[in-house]
Nanobody, 125 residues
Framework: QVQLVESGGGLVQAGGSLRLSCAAS????????MAWFRQAPGKEREFVAT???????YYADSVKGRFTISRDNAKNTLYLQMNSLEPEDTAVYYC???????????????????WGQGTQVTVSS
């Protein structure tokens, strides 16, 4: 049974930093693209960042230069380093993984088969 478990969310002041983690179990994802999405209250889920099997990364314009996605294949874990946080970053953050291997980056949630339960990030002004 595949599981993705996010952690690291919390309450932070604007300008602060948080590091999210997503621990995968049940299979390895070293050859799979993985991603972070977020959903704010009353809004649709939106793409944040993705990383491919070869560590190619792609970011939403709203987080480019502030957030960094990375992976540790030995630990089967995905990370999202978030700096210079803004109140607009407040949302539930989800990690996702594609079951297919060695594919190009994608921003579409439909391309990801496995999802975590989410972790809340709240940025106060």
């Amino acid at each position: 049974q595949v599981q993705l478990v996010e952690s690291g969310g919390g309450l932070v002041q604007a300008g602060g930093s948080l590091r999210l983690s997503c621990a995968a179990s049940g299979r390895t994802f070293s050859n799979n693209r993985m991603a972070w999405f977020r959903q704010a209250p009353g809004k649709e889920r939106e793409f944040v960042a993705t990383i491919t099997w070869s560590s190619v990364t792609y970011y939403a314009d709203s987080v480019k230069g502030r957030f960094t996605i990375s992976r540790d294949n030995a630990k089967n874990t995905l990370y999202l380093q978030m700096n210079s946080l803004e109140p607009e970053d407040t949302a539930v953050y989800y990690c996702a993984a594609d079951r297919r291997t060695r594919l190009a980056p994608t921003m579409s949630a439909y391309d990801y088969d496995y999802w975590g339960q989410g972790t809340q990030v709240t940025v106060s002004s």
